[in-house]
């Protein structure tokens, strides 16, 4: 949720990423050269794409022929943020927050949706009037998490469980994208401002954690790589991918972890540069990443968007297979 909060202006870090490939996206979605600002992508339960726009304050389903029709609509001067996908439950994660321009907080919500009709099945309100929610994940024991990028706080909505914090954050941290791995036991969650950390999910199911500015260590990147400016994160079996558009080259990373994922062993650069263009988040299919390679957000300033006719957003399919790589 790059273009919301005000470190969010880019961090224009230029260390070397790695090796990167000279793999091709396959452009999945493309939306009109209008504003949009497309954040977040899933799939829907009858497996077309359902997109998120911030700027529209609409959910899109892409249509076979190209067309994006409206899902859901949020009310005025709100906007759709983060999606996540829970198959096995036929249930959708949508984030709700104010759009950019708006000058007074707009309440912000988690809400649960019907994978194939759009219809809203339930809905969890921040307690704090100041949160504005980002990124969501769902765990694979159907739990979402969601990222609150103003209140610092990350939140968990347990399947037949009010809403509840799951971890209260240091001032200077700013909360993004997350994955859960495959058993459950541990949330990786992006800081924008200073990299990776990981949540022990079975420490802290009895009570919320506490990360001071002392304890609020982030993972050590490997090889003095750089970890901060992530904004998306995906699970790909045992390594996390992320979407890094805080550096001056944007990227799609791989990151290798240990086994209890407290450590990033090795990283790659699956792509950087063009054509990405403000990536920000995507979900793993298969040996496929799915995710928004142009989101559109550099068109747009604190007020709205900077131009009348930005080029299109982007849906981009990224093969993980390694039979695809040169």
């Known amino acids: 949720m790059r273009g919301l909060a005000g470190v969010m202006t880019g961090l224009a870090l230029a260390l070397a990423a790695g090796t990167a490939s000279a793999q091709t996206l396959e452009t999945l979605v493309a939306t009109a050269a209008e504003p949009v600002t497309i954040e977040s992508v899933a799939r829907g339960g009858d497996g077309a794409l359902i997109l998120s726009s911030v700027w529209l304050g609409r959910l899109y389903r892409a249509e076979a022929d190209g067309r994006l029709t409206t899902l859901l609509e949020a009310d005025p001067e709100m906007g759709f943020y983060g999606l996540a996908a829970d198959p096995e439950r036929g249930v959708l994660y949508a984030v709700i927050a104010e759009r950019p321009g708006r000058a007074e907080p707009g309440g912000t919500s988690l809400l649960r949706i019907d994978r194939t009709s759009g219809a ?144 990033v062993t090795a990283r790659q650069a699956l792509v950087e540069g063009a054509p990405l263009s403000d990536p920000t988040t995507g979900f793993v299919e298969g040996d496929d990443l799915i995710f928004v390679s142009r989101s559109q957000w550099t068109d747009f300033g604190r007020d709205g968007p900077t131009t009348p006719t930005p080029a299109p957003a982007v849906v981009s399919r990224l093969s993980l297979s390694e039979e695809t790589r040169p």
């Open 120 to 263: 809203v099945i339930d809905r969890a309100m921040s307690p704090d009037p100041m949160s504005r929610f980002g990124d969501v994940a769902v765990g694979p024991d159907g739990s979402a998490y969601v990222a609150d990028i103003r209140a610092l706080k990350i939140f968990v909505w347990r399947p037949g469980r009010a809403l509840e914090t799951l971890a209260v954050l240091p001032e200077r941290a700013s909360p993004q994208g997350m994955a859960v791995s495959a058993d459950g036991r541990w949330l990786v969650f992006a800081d924008y401002r200073n990299g990776l950390h990981r949540i022990d999910l079975a420490a802290v199911a009895q009570g919320p954690a506490t990360l001071t500015a002392e304890t609020y260590e982030p993972m050590t990147p490997p090889d003095a790589g750089e970890l901060r400016g992530i904004d998306g994160l995906a699970r790909h079996g045992d390594s996390i991918l992320a979407m890094q558009n805080g550096t001056r080259t944007h990227r799609v990373l791989r990151l290798t972890m240990n086994a209890d994922w407290s450590a």
